[in-house]
């Protein structure tokens, strides 16, 4: 048994860590990803403002420097791999309780994971994003990047929705 609790016997019973888990679906994946962009934005937004001042938005280069390739591609890889390895989610992901796990073991990915996990967001995201959404068919749902790095997105299961209940007055 992994240190997550999931069976890793190729027995045919599920584990209790596995019975309280499910896919996550693409609904929650997307939202969790607009909270992470929106959360790189407000960090790196300011930086290269700070840096460049206001010529950066009007640059006609794409780039403006190598501090600008740095914050606005190198700072969010490191950060999005780290939290993968660390704490199998993203901020976005932590807040929507869905994490990212070993399609295997339900372990943490590894850092070589990760980083083809990256990397699969650009090939995942080249036809269109037709590799994003392939997450709405898979019986996995799994995107290509998820296929690439043997990763799986999980959740846990609704216990059910708590009715609603007034006090009389």
Known sequence: ????????????YKTAYEEEHVYAGFGV???????DTLLLLAITFPLLHLLYGKGYWTAEDS??????????????LIATILFWVYKSATPGKMVLKVKVVDAKTGSAPTIRQSVIRYIGYYVSLLPVGL????????????????KMAGTVVIRPKNKGIEPVSFDEA
Do not use: C, E
């Open 29 to 35: 994946r997307f939202g969790a990803s607009i909270i």
């Open 63 to 76: 780039l403006v420097g190598i501090v600008d390739v740095l914050i606005s591609y190198v700072l969010p």
């Open 1 to 12: 048994m992994s240190s997550t609790g999931l069976s890793n016997t190729g027995a045919k």
């Open 131 to 146: 590799g994003f959404l392939w997450v709405l068919w898979d019986t996995k749902k799994q995107g290509w990047h998820d």
